[in-house]
């Protein structure tokens, strides 16, 4: 159930990160970092964060959004929101 | 100790020997010899500073290692406050301390206020704006639990004092040096070569290049107030060359250094003058201490004002920009060239085209018109705004700007030794056509000449011969002052 749950919020990013980062073959797994995506950048970092906190109507704090190391980390710190 | 310089010859080839050679056998006395090669490199410069610099590593160290296994997080917080206003309290009373009581006193003198406060005889530890960025990004870094802290003190103390990159960078975070330092070294032949290479690129740049378009631009500055305007855009044109040729050959020495000790350290340019842009600029341009400032300054402002839009992202960027111009130093000269730089990324912003990625000339020799004035427009903009950064206050720079804006624009150029700088601008052609000609490597020469052994020693020799002919007419480096 656990496993499900994070594999439907990392669709769910996966949508996101297309969206923003205007890729259409983009596809993220929990072990993606930014060095592996040509266009996410400082900048396009902001507005995932952004997006992804309007879509799952959360809030991240400052400190949190710094630490993630990959995309399983973001995935870490919605599933605790949820 | 400078890198071209007959003392630092004798050093390296001494340090080289001993590190390779002699105490090569244990990375324990390899690190320790590295540590004793870095103090005694610091203390050439000045003695003075080196216990600040043993203080600060240590602190640091301990720092480190407590915020690591502190579960409490008010405890925590509290410890990296401590380190982080070290570093940045330590940088603000040692740089900008003079600089605030004086622009203090004259607020309150134009008020009308009696008040005089008197400055310090502050001499500023050499390379204090470089370790100081380590040690911050250090113990964030560990706060954060994006490393762990360095339980090796010869290690850390090393990661602080490396000495190819102490006095000007590059800035390398935690996270790519210390596993180096880490790991067994071994000598590398391709990798000594390489290294050789690329430190007789930045020599050339610096000596050949940065020096000989010093003079002129010193003259021209120097001057300014009689000269015209046309005479002033040759004085910021050649300025703009020097301060590339000499800080990235610093770099390149400086990297190349490394590489002799098997040390791999941060690239510090990427050919910024082929920008089509500012914020590509930007990207090229001091590398180490954008990223620096982009990871620890940049994106926590931007993730503070995320709600805010594109305003949030105009005001993150004038303030990061903002720091960057107070980096350099205690001069309004520089605050200003700070902040112009980040109005100049407003219209990107608003565009949406700040991070649009426009590799030049891809798949061909030449750009395209489009390009190239691109190329052309950015270079310009960054031409003028060094006009501030080299200025010696403010009011210089704005008589050099409204010089440019006169009649006498029109005018040729009159400046001593005329004729000679045109040999000036010639190899300084014939050295953008070679950065052109290697934009895609590493450094430009890397692979120059790649499969014709005669042509590429031809061409160290030429650079070689250029190099000695300058010798000895050393000018310093303009990013040792910072």
């Not at chain 2, 993150?316 to 205690?330: K, Q, V, Y």
Request: charged residues 15%.
């Amino acid at each position: 159930m656990i496993f499900m749950q994070r594999n439907e919020i990392l669709e769910q990013i996966n949508t996101i990160f297309i969206d923003i980062l205007d890729n259409e073959d983009l596809v993220i797994l929990e072990n993606t970092t930014a060095n592996d995506v040509d266009e996410w950048d400082s900048l396009t970092h902001i507005q995932l964060v952004v997006a992804v906190e309007r879509h799952f109507k959360i809030r991240f704090s400052s400190k949190e959004i710094q630490s993630w190391t990959n995309v399983g980390k973001m995935v870490d710190s919605i599933f605790s929101k949820l | 100790m400078i890198f071209n310089s007959t003392t630092f010859i004798i050093f390296f080839f001494v340090f080289f020997v001993l590190y390779w050679f002699v105490f090569s056998r244990s990375l324990k006395i390899q690190n320790l010899i590295l540590l004793v090669g870095s103090y005694v490199f610091y203390a050439w410069a000045d003695w003075r500073f080196l216990a600040f610099l043993v203080g600060v590593s240590a602190l640091n160290y301990i720092l480190g290692l407590k915020i690591e296994k502190q579960e409490k997080i008010s405890t925590k917080k509290i410890l990296l406050y401590i380190g982080v206003l070290q570093g940045i309290g330590g940088l603000a009373f040692f740089k900008y301390f003079n600089f605030f009581v004086a622009s203090f006193n004259d607020v309150s003198q134009k008020l009308g206020l009696s008040l005089n406060f008197h400055t310090l005889n502050l001499i500023i530890p050499l390379g204090i704006s470089f370790f100081t960025f380590r040690t911050v990004s250090y113990l964030l870094d560990v706060d954060k639990g994006k490393i762990e802290a360095t339980k090796n003190w010869v290690v850390f103390f090393n990661y602080v004092s490396f000495f190819p990159s102490i006095l000007s960078g590059p800035i390398d975070k935690a996270r790519d040096l210390v596993p180096q330092l880490e790991i067994n070294r071994k000598f590398e032949y391709d990798q000594a070569t390489d290294g050789m290479r690329q430190i007789l690129w930045g020599l050339f740049k610096k000596i050949v290049i940065a020096d000989s378009c010093a003079v002129y631009a010193n003259i021209i500055f120097d001057n300014s107030a009689v000269c015209s305007g046309s005479t002033l855009v040759v004085g910021a044109f050649f300025f703009t060359i020097q301060a590339y040729a000499d800080f990235s050959g610093y770099s390149d020495m400086a990297i190349g250094i490394a590489r002799l000790l098997g040390i791999n350290i941060s690239k510090n340019f990427d050919f910024p003058f082929f920008s089509q842009n500012i914020a590509e600029f930007w990207r090229k341009w001091h590398i180490s201490f954008t990223s620096w400032l982009t990871e620890y300054v940049f994106t926590p402002l931007c993730i503070t004002f995320r709600d805010y839009g594109k305003f949030g992202i105009i005001i993150s960027i004038i303030i990061n920009f903002t720091i960057c111009g107070i980096w350099h130093g205690p001069n309004w000269t520089y605050i200003l060239f700070g902040f112009l730089h980040g109005c100049f990324f407003i219209p990107l912003i608003i565009k949406g085209t700040l991070n649009k990625r426009r590799k030049i000339a891809r798949g061909s020799t030449l750009p395209s018109i489009k390009e190239f004035i691109n190329v052309l427009m950015t270079f310009t903009l960054i031409m003028f705004s060094f006009v501030l950064f080299r200025a010696n206050n403010v009011e210089q720079a704005l008589n050099y700007y409204s010089e440019i804006l006169s009649n006498s624009l029109f005018q040729i150029p009159v400046y001593p030794s005329r004729f000679d700088s045109i040999i000036v601008l010639f190899i300084t052609a014939l050295f953008f056509l070679v950065e052109w000609i290697g934009r895609e490597n590493h450094y430009a020469i890397a692979t120059i000449f790649k499969n014709n052994s005669i042509a590429r020693w031809m061409f160290y020799y030429i650079l070689v011969i250029s190099i000695l002919v300058k010798f000895g007419k050393v000018q310093d480096f303009i990013y040792a002052q910072f």
